[in-house]
């Protein structure tokens, strides 16, 4: 079983998931204790995550497909931005968002 960070909620294959929070950040936090792989494609959003998390979380953007039993951090944008339009970590500071866990169950 995996555990990833992802910086927006996707499913990443065909199945059934739960998807639960929000999460506080130490909540969050301490559910990636035991190590996780990174997702997170786009660089400002792994350093806002880095610093809201207190762990090092890489941009990495990679394709994932979440095997049953994996989890995910999930990073969750509650204003939808404009298109085109990308953030720095510290404009990501003064926009809305929650920490969910996403779960592949079958």
């Given at each position: 079983m995996t555990c990833y960070v992802l910086n927006?909620?996707?499913?990443?294959a065909y199945g059934d998931y739960r998807f639960t929070g929000p999460l506080t950040a130490s909540q969050a936090a301490e559910r990636?204790?035991?190590g996780f792989v990174s997702a997170v494609g786009h660089g400002a959003a792994a350093v806002?995550?880095?610093?809201?998390?207190?762990?090092e979380v890489a941009c990495n953007r990679i394709t994932i497909a979440m095997q049953p039993g994996d989890t995910a951090l999930v990073l969750r944008l509650i204003t939808r931005l404009p298109e085109g339009m990308m953030l720095t970590a510290e404009e990501?500071?003064?926009v809305d968002f929650e920490?969910?866990?996403?779960?592949r169950m079958a």
């Open positions: 927006t909620p996707v499913l990443t990636l204790t035991a806002f995550l880095s610093r809201l998390l207190d762990l990501m500071t003064a920490l969910g866990w996403l779960e």
